[in-house]
T-cell receptor
Framework: NAGVTQTPKFQVLKTGQSMTLQCAQDMNHNSMYWYRQDPGMGLRLIYYSASEGTTDKGEVPNGYNVSRLNKREFSLRLESAAPSQTSVYFC??????????????FGDGTRLSIL | EDQVTQSPEALRLQEGESSSLNCSYTVSGLRGLFWYRQDPGKGPEFLFTLYSAGEEKEKERLKATLTKKESFLHITAPKPEDSATYLCAVQADSITNTGNQFYFGTGTSLTVIP
């Protein structure tokens, strides 16, 4: 029972390099999210996708792009990495329907360092 | 503005010493309040959902309660394996939030000393 799978688990980049973080869920959830977690800042929403074919900005979208490839997969791209993007990135998914209040399910994160 | 604040930031307890973690929230309409446990190097793991004031949920040594302004996570006779960071999140209904966004507190880092 995989749940939410994130790849890679660790990555080191140089300033200006680009990369894509991958996320896949096998729970047939319609909504997916990307967060970053920094010390003392908690989890901050970067982008989310309420359903296949839609994406919306969260609290800290600058410097990132996302693609909802299909119902299962939601990727996060850094076009030109900056040291300020050094963080731990978490993907989450949930099945939102009407006024449902189900919890999000999280992957184990990608630890990204930008030098 | 929807907001979630957790206290204390860090808590050290002796094994068996009970205590409580606090999560205060400001939202125009609460759809759900969630508690998660996060171990080092791992993603948050769901513990409880609370929907309305007065509600309580229990799991082993943990008990979560909810009022109109805050939630408490009570830890009774903790063990070293309860050491983790505990996160609180709110799903809100408001003009600016259709219920698709969740707001997280910064967490309480709990250390239980044998």
């Amino acid at each position: 029972n995989a749940g939410v799978t994130q790849t890679p688990k660790f990555q080191v980049l140089k300033t200006g390099q680009s990369m894509t973080l991958q996320c896949a869920q096998d729970m047939n959830h319609n909504s997916m999210y990307w967060y970053r977690q920094d010390p003392g800042m908690g989890l901050r929403l970067i982008y989310y996708s309420a359903s296949e074919g839609t994406t919306d900005k969260g609290e800290v979208p600058n410097g990132y792009n996302v693609s909802r490839l299909n119902k299962r997969e939601f990727s996060l791209r850094l076009e030109s990495a900056a040291p300020s993007q050094t963080s731990v990135y978490f993907c989450a998914s949930i099945h939102l329907k009407g006024r449902s209040n189900q919890p999000q399910h999280f992957g184990d994160g990608t630890r990204l360092s930008i030098l | 503005e929807d907001q979630v604040t957790q206290s204390p930031e860090a808590l050290r307890l002796q094994e068996g010493e009970s205590s409580s973690l606090n999560c205060s929230y400001t939202v125009s309409g609460l759809r759900g309040l969630f508690w998660y446990r996060q171990d080092p190097g791992k993603g948050p793991e769901f513990l409880f959902t609370l929907y309305s004031a007065g509600e309580e949920k229990e799991k082993e040594r943990l008990k979560a309660t909810l009022t109109k302004k805050e939630s408490f996570l009570h830890i009774t006779a903790p063990k070293p394996e309860d050491s983790a960071t505990y996160l609180c999140a709110v799903q809100a209904d408001s003009i600016t939030n259709t219920g698709n966004q969740f707001y997280f507190g910064t967490g309480t880092s709990l250390t239980v000393i044998p």
